[in-house]
């Protein structure tokens, strides 16, 4: 005697590859997001709750904690700041210019920078904060 046997039909989806497919798109977008970041030299922003973001094209001054001035990633001395600020902008009018100081610099070295970009010409500038 032979039975016949019931065909069951299963209605579920394997979701297997879709989970695949989601991690790898969460592993890309956390190791890209390391590499999206500012130049290589750090600094801790003083925070501000009224901070706002900046495009990318502005150039930089950067203070450190530990006294070095940098001027669009060249390591450069506060007395030859003014002189790479007019090398590099030949149009000093409507240019304008962040400057990124660290939270634990010194505020008297931070005078003398603005001082140095004034000197150099350039009148509009502001000091980037970080958003609390």
């Known amino acids: 005697m032979e039975f016949k046997r ?39 922003l003083p925070e501000s709750k009224t901070a706002e973001a900046q495009s990318e094209q502005i150039k930089t001054v950067l203070v450190t904690n530990t006294g070095e001035i940098y001027f669009m990633d060249k390591q450069v001395d506060l007395e030859n700041l003014q002189k790479a600020i007019k090398e590099s902008i030949p149009e000093v009018k409507n240019e ?9 610099s010194d505020v008297g070295l931070l005078v003398s920078v603005i001082d140095e970009v004034r000197l150099s010409g350039i009148t509009n500038f502001s000091i980037v904060t970080e958003r609390k």
């Open 96 to 104: 304008f210019i962040r400057i990124k100081a660290d939270r634990e």
């Open 6 to 44: 019931r065909k069951y039909s299963h209605e579920h989806m394997n979701i297997a590859p879709l989970v695949d497919v989601v991690f790898l798109l969460l592993l890309f977008f956390m190791l890209t997001s390391h590499l999206v970041q500012e130049p290589a030299i750090k600094i801790k």
